[in-house]
């Protein structure tokens, strides 16, 4: 069991947080496993009516570990993240997030599938795969052109440019800006509201809301196609001993 994923529970609320903030809370494969465990759990409960998903020391996640991307990448097993990426995309527990400092990758992608999304004037998003090689996932290839527009979604995937809080929110990726100190509380309250809420309702309503997401369902396995064969590429290889060779350098 790893120490890097806190999950914690009370009020109703399941609070995940990611903690491993002197690698800026970049994913390994036993987070994703502990994540997707944790979320699994709330499906199954009658107690846990919603989750709050955070990050730690300033930061939302920095994404994959590119160290267990390269290892993944050369060992051709299936990345962690895509059992992750699964399970949250067919959560039935509403999920807030919270998000401070830097949100990459999956950091993004992953609030296409969370209801509600608090920032501070911190967070920083981006979505760099087609740097790295890459190809977006978590169903993100139709889910930022549906929210965000093609020509924007364009300028966030294809051309992988960063953007602020500001620009997040009037894309509609998240519900507002806070402050920092104010950050957790604030999603926690959000979450508490939800988890005050007749349950059978609120879950059925957010099932609405989302429709049946077999067109997500079907994306994700696109994307897991092209997502493999992107990772064992020599572009991709090149790109994460890049960057690692740079983080010891
Ligand atoms: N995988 C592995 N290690 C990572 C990481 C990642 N995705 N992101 C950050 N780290 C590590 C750094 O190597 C560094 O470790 P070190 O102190 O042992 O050298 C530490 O976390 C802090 O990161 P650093 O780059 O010094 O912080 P920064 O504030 O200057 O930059 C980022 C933060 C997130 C912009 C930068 O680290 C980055 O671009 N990371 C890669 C993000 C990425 O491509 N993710 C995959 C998406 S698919």
């Known amino acids: 069991m790893t120490e890097d994923v806190q999950v914690s529970i009370a009020d109703g609320v399941m609070r995940i947080t990611m903690h491993r903030p002197a690698k800026k809370n970049a994913l390994t494969g036993p987070m994703y496993d502990a994540m997707t465990a944790a979320l699994q759990k709330a499906d199954a409960s009658d107690e846990i009516r919603a989750i709050m998903i955070e990050g730690s020391g300033g930061a939302f996640t920095a994404g994959n570990d590119l160290g267990?991307?390269?290892?993944?990448?050369?060992?051709?097993?299936?990345?962690?993240?895509?059992?992750?990426?699964?399970?949250?995309?067919?959560?039935?527990?509403?999920?807030?997030?919270?998000?401070d400092g830097v949100a990459v990758g999956v950091g993004t992608t992953?609030?296409?599938?969370?209801?509600?999304?608090?920032?501070?004037?911190?967070?920083?998003?981006?979505?760099?795969?087609?740097?790295?090689?890459?190809?977006?996932?978590?169903?993100?290839?139709?889910?930022?052109?549906?929210?965000?527009?093609?020509?924007?979604?364009?300028?966030?995937?294809?051309?992988?440019?960063?953007?602020?809080?500001?620009?997040?929110?009037?894309?509609?990726?998240?519900?507002?800006?806070?402050?920092?100190?104010?950050?957790?509380?604030?999603?926690?309250?959000?979450?508490?509201?939800?988890?005050?809420?007749?349950?059978?309702?609120?879950?059925?309503?957010?099932?609405?809301?989302?429709?049946?997401?077999?067109?997500?369902?079907?994306?994700?396995?696109r994307e897991m196609v092209a997502f493999g064969e992107a990772l064992r590429s020599d572009d991709a290889k090149a790109a994460f001993t890049a960057f690692l060779s740079r983080a010891k350098g």
């Not at 978590?138 to 620009?167: D, Q, V």
Request: hydrophobic share 50%; aromatic share 6%.
């Open 68 to 99: 267990d991307f390269l290892a993944t990448a050369t060992k051709g097993d299936e990345p962690r993240a895509s059992y992750f990426i699964k399970q949250i995309a067919m959560s039935q527990t509403p999920i807030v997030a919270a998000v």
């Open 110 to 221: 992953l609030l296409f599938h969370c209801d509600l999304v608090y920032a501070t004037e911190a967070a920083k998003f981006r979505m760099p795969f087609l740097d790295l090689g890459l190809v977006p996932e978590a169903a993100s290839s139709i889910l930022a052109p549906a929210r965000f527009g093609m020509a924007k979604a364009s300028e966030y995937i294809l051309l992988a440019e960063p953007f602020g809080p500001h620009e997040a929110e009037k894309l509609g990726l998240i519900n507002g800006i806070v402050p920092p100190e104010l950050l957790g509380e604030t999603a926690m309250n959000a979450a508490r509201k939800l988890a005050a809420k007749p349950a059978a309702a609120l879950r059925a309503a957010r099932r609405l809301m989302r429709g049946d997401r077999k067109d997500i369902e079907a994306a994700i396995g």
